[in-house]
C-alpha cells in the first residue's frame, strides 16, 4: 500500500500493513518511492502521512481512544 508523505508529497511504500491500523503504534515502516533505486526503509510517523488523495488516516488508525466521546 502507498500513502503520502504531507511534508514532501511523495508516496511511501508501506512495508508493515499490520502497524498501519494497529492505534497503539505511532509509527511504521516504508520507504520513499522514488527514482529507479530501491530507497532504505525508515520509520513514520501516521500524523505526517496521508492517503494519495491527500484525506488524512482514519482516527481509529492513529489514536487509541477513537472510541471515547469528545
Known amino acids: ?3 503520502k508523505h504531507k511534508e514532501s508529497g511523495s508516496l511511501v511504500e508501506v512495508l508493515d500493513l499490520a502497524a498501519l491500523s494497529d492505534p497503539c503504534q ?5 520507504r520513499f ?3 529507479e533505486e530501491l530507497q532504505d526503509p525508515a ?3 501516521k500524523r505526517e502521512l496521508s ?3 491527500g484525506e488524512d488516516l482514519p482516527r ?3 489514536d ?3 472510541r471515547n466521546v469528545m
Not at 26 to 30: D, I, K, M, N, P
Request: hydrophobic letters at 45%; glycine letters at 8%; proline letters at 9%.
Open 26 to 30: 505511532v509509527s511504521l515502516a516504508g
Open 64 to 66: 487509541p481512544r477513537y
Open 60 to 62: 481509529c488508525w492513529w
Open 43 to 45: 520509520d513514520f510517523t
Open 51 to 53: 492517503f494519495p488523495s
Open 1 to 3: 500500500m502507498y500513502l
Open 33 to 35: 518511492h522514488a527514482g
